[in-house]
Structure formats: structure tokens, C-alpha cells
């Protein structure tokens, strides 16, 4: 399968042709929280609640995202989840999104994490039960469908840069076309730049600006000439992965504290304890002083190594 996912990198995307499938997607939607404020809720509206997980379903894993022709096995492992918070009107909606994105690792039965990100309860959209999800790049249907495209052309993004360098690029690219059509519409949260500092604005920047081109690399390192390799040489495994670690440390020093270097880190720092323990002395403290930089939150999961 890595040859061939290598082998396709080659082929940019074309949002205008519709030939494959990429996502393997579970889909949940709780609103469980509905039933238990004041707000209206009837039992029928268990209904729309069922029709919006379908909707979602279908609208990821039933459309073309790419020109790629992927088999089953390919695609992308994946999962979003929708916990309600608020019914406005019959139709609109506040909640809490989340989305992770799984890789396998060559010669092994394990499955890293790639992205796990949450969108607080700040996340707002209307579902009309009659009407199904368009999409459209260039286009603004809704802030649900441009939400959730937006997220899986970053995931695109990443999944394709943990197998070859910079092989992201193209759906970087797609998400930034979508960021800025929403973006036009003034009455939506979560786009804009000068919102926030967790803006869907930052992922695009993040992975589009060259002073952060570490970022690639990092993923690159980590995961095809790190994980990928745990199973023929482990120490130049590791060496390759404290280089990923090395590259996402310039793009701090680019920019301290950036969103995806932390969402980066906040997904592989079990892992990376894992990776490490039974690893020298000298490497543990490597790992240890550059995460105590980077990002002092993660660093009291690694206070062993720093006795070493």
C-alpha cells in the first residue's frame, strides 16, 4: 500500500473532477444535551438527528474529494463527531465538532494518530432536513458542508505529507480556497483571521506559509522515515523522528506557539513517551529539551528523561 499511496502522490487534485473516494469515515451525532435543557425537543426529532448523521456520511465518504483512484484499503481512516449544545430554530444549531484522522505504519498492525482536534461549543451551522449537503469549493452552501470540506482537505493535506515531501501541498491549497469563500460571509465565527486565535484561518496559514515549511518535513520524518521504519532500524528510526522533532523546533523559533505545531504535538506526545523509554540516554534528553521549548505543556509527560 505505501507504494502505491507514494505512487499517487504524483497526481494533483482536481476539484472540478469527481473520480474516487478517499475517506472511510464514522460519523456521530449526540444530542443528548438538547434533551436535557429547556429547549424544545420532541422524540420525532430523533429523526432529523439520524438523517444528519446520514447526511454526513454521505456527503464525506460517498463524494470524489480528489482525482486519485484509491482502493478500499487506502482510504483514509477517519472519524467526526457533533456533540449538540444549543437548537436556535428548527433549523440551526450550536455544538462541539471533533475529527481524528488515523495513518497505518508499514510492516505493523499499529495506527498512529495524525490530527485530533476539537472545535468548542463555538461551532454553528444550520441542517434543513429536506434539503442534502452541496459543496462546492468556490461556492458557499453552508457553513456545515464548507466546516467539514474545509477539514477534510487539511487531513488530505497532512495524510499526504506523512508519505512523501511536501506531498500535501494540493489540498492545502483546497482548504484555502474554502477558508476564503466562507470567509466572505460575514455572519459566520470560525474563519476569519481576527477571530480567534484557533481560526480555521491558522491551519490553512500554518500549512501554506513557507517560513513554516518544517512543518512538512516533520510529518514526512516522523511518519515514513520514522514509524514506517520501527521495524527494520529503530535507532535510525528514532534519529528521524528527533529530526521531525528538530524541524517543527524552527518553526517555532519562526513562530512561537503556532496551532498546528501544538495540534502536532498534542497527538504524538504518548506516542512519542512510548518511542522513547527504551531509547538512550542522550536521546531522551534531546526529546525532552526540545519539547520543553516548543511546547512546556507537554513536558511533565516526559520528566523521566530529563533525569537521565
Not at 455572519?187 to 476569519?192: D, L, R, T
Not at 483571521?193 to 512543518?215: D, I, P, Q
Request: glycine share 4%; hydrophobic share 35%; with cysteine.
Amino acid at each position: 500500500m505505501i507504494k502505491r499511496v507514494l505512487a499517487i502522490l504524483l497526481v494533483l487534485t482536481n476539484l472540478g473532477v469527481l473520480r474516487a473516494q478517499e475517506f472511510r469515515c464514522a460519523v456521530s451525532i449526540n444530542s443528548q444535551k438538547l434533551m436535557t435543557t429547556t429547549q424544545q425537543y420532541e422524540s420525532s426529532d430523533k429523526r432529523v438527528f439520524d438523517n444528519m448523521k446520514q447526511a454526513l456520511e454521505d456527503f464525506i465518504n460517498s463524494r470524489r474529494w480528489t482525482n486519485l483512484d484509491m482502493e478500499q484499503v487506502e482510504r483514509l481512516d477517519c472519524s467526526l463527531s457533533i456533540i449538540l449544545s444549543e437548537r436556535t430554530s428548527p433549523t440551526d444549531f450550536k455544538g462541539q465538532l471533533t475529527l481524528q484522522l488515523r495513518r497505518p505504519v508499514y510492516g505493523s498492525s499499529y495506527t498512529t494518530g495524525l490530527f485530533n482536534y476539537i472545535e468548542t461549543n463555538d461551532f454553528q451551522f444550520s441542517y434543513n432536513d429536506s434539503q442534502p449537503l452541496d459543496f462546492d469549493p468556490n461556492t458557499y452552501y453552508g457553513n456545515l458542508s464548507s466546516a467539514v470540506a474545509y477539514y477534510l482537505y487539511i487531513m488530505l493535506g497532512i495524510y499526504f505529507d506523512s508519505f512523501g515531501p511536501n506531498g500535501g501541498d494540493p489540498f492545502y491549497e483546497a482548504a484555502h480556497t474554502v477558508c476564503q469563500t466562507a470567509d466572505q460571509q460575514q455572519q459566520n465565527k470560525g474563519w476569519n483571521a481576527s477571530g480567534s486565535a484557533k481560526a480555521r484561518y491558522w491551519f490553512v496559514e500554518n500549512h501554506t506559509n513557507s517560513a513554516y515549511s518544517g512543518l512538512h518535513s516533520a510529518y514526512y520524518l516522523y511518519h515514513r522515515m520514522g514509524l514506517d521504519m520501527m521495524t527494520k532500524d529503530q535507532p535510525q528510526a528514532r534519529q528521524n523522528i528527533i529530526a521531525a522533532l528538530q524541524a517543527l523546533q524552527q518553526v517555532h523559533k519562526a513562530r512561537p506557539n503556532i496551532l498546528s505545531v501544538q495540534q502536532f504535538l498534542d497527538v504524538k506526545i504518548t506516542e512519542l513517551v512510548s518511542i522513547f523509554t527504551p531509547a538512550p540516554a542522550d536521546e531522551q534528553k534531546q526529546v525532552y529539551d526540545i519539547i520543553k521549548e516548543i511546547s512546556p505543556i507537554h513536558v511533565a509527560k516526559l520528566k523521566g528523561f530529563a533525569t537521565k
